[in-house]
């Protein structure tokens, strides 16, 4: 699926896998950085945030609102919400036996 996508949406997918949790102000800012020093020209915001959508129906990552000021969310990609979200299963494992 990863290689169907364009050069900008493995990007910020990439971005996204190796900073879980990351705000979507810092992922702009760090969008616009890593394009600068790969001398991509960074698209503007709106594209941005329809590259964020094309990878969330995709369900490659993972979106939710933190309880801040504004339209702040944060991304993860799904494998980091699995693992998160199985993560206390080998105590409740072992509190079974």
Do not use: A
Request: hydrophobic share 35%; proline share 3%; net charge positive.
């Amino acid at each position: 699926m990863q290689q169907k996508l364009g050069e900008h949406h493995r990007l910020i997918y990439q971005i996204i896998k190796e900073n879980p949790g990351i705000t979507s102000s810092k992922l702009l800012t760090t969008y616009r950085e890593l394009c600068r020093r790969m001398g991509l020209r960074p698209k503007s915001d709106r594209s941005v945030s329809n590259y964020i959508s094309t990878l969330l129906g995709f369900d490659l990552i993972r979106s939710e609102r933190i309880k801040i000021r504004g339209n702040v969310r944060k991304f993860t990609n799904w494998l980091h919400n699995l693992i998160v979200k199985f993560s206390y299963l080998p105590s409740i494992i072992l509190s079974i036996k």
